[in-house]
């Protein structure tokens, strides 16, 4: 397929057929004394996007999933707990020539789920994302000396993410997930993937599947932590 989406490190099951991005604006105009009229160029506002999606209620040749529920019920649980989480789309040309990337922090604003005669059994979802841009008070530093107790030497549970020299790979794997688990950062799949390109690219071979596509069974070297 030339577009993969996920959301949350989960693939949809059918890949929407439009895709709708715009940037905030915050531009300011002022009116002057003059009579003349400035316009204050400010930092690009958040960028939104919105996509419909095919949650499929019957098998289709085209579609990775027959079952719309979990997908529904994914879409409630990141409308509820309130944190941000990665879109991730990716576009390869059908010789298989990666184009540009989309990965970001986002949030999920609306969605509208819809059940239509004409759409058969399947049910539409109609999404409204928004560009996440982390943010918190500033810290002053204080010297280790004046806070800390001294340093017995021994390593602290949850200093880091578990370690693991390699990863059999499961049913519902996917390399985000991958990275987030061993990485603590799923944006860092792109290194699990050069890490293991023959391995990958080789399950992949004439299938026409993504070229990120991973198979139960295969084995990857993870990149250090």
Known sequence: ????????????????????????????????????????????GLMELSFDMRLPQISYP????????????RLET????RKPFRL???RTLPGGRML???????????YTLKEDADEGFDVIASLKLKEYRPYGTKTIPVPDDL???PDSGAPRPGDSPPAAGTHTVVAG?????????????GSRYLEVYSLNQSVIDKGNEG????????YPGQVLKLPAA
């Open 1 to 44: 397929m030339p577009y993969t989406f996920y959301l949350d490190g989960v693939q949809l099951p059918v890949t929407p057929g439009k895709l709708q991005a715009q940037i905030g604006n915050q531009n300011k105009t002022y009116s002057l004394i003059s009579g003349d009229e400035i316009n204050v160029l400010k930092t690009p």
């Open 62 to 73: 085209f579609a990775r999933d027959d079952d719309a529920a979990p997908y529904i019920d």
């Open 78 to 81: 990141l409308k509820e707990r």
């Open 88 to 90: 991730i789309i990716t």
């Open 100 to 110: 540009f990337d989309t990965n970001m922090r986002v949030s999920l604003e609306d």
């Open 147 to 149: 806070l800390a107790p």
């Open 173 to 185: 794997d996917c390399l985000w997930n991958i990275a987030q688990r061993y990485l603590g950062d």
């Open 207 to 214: 299938t026409g599947n993504p070229k990120y596509t991973i």
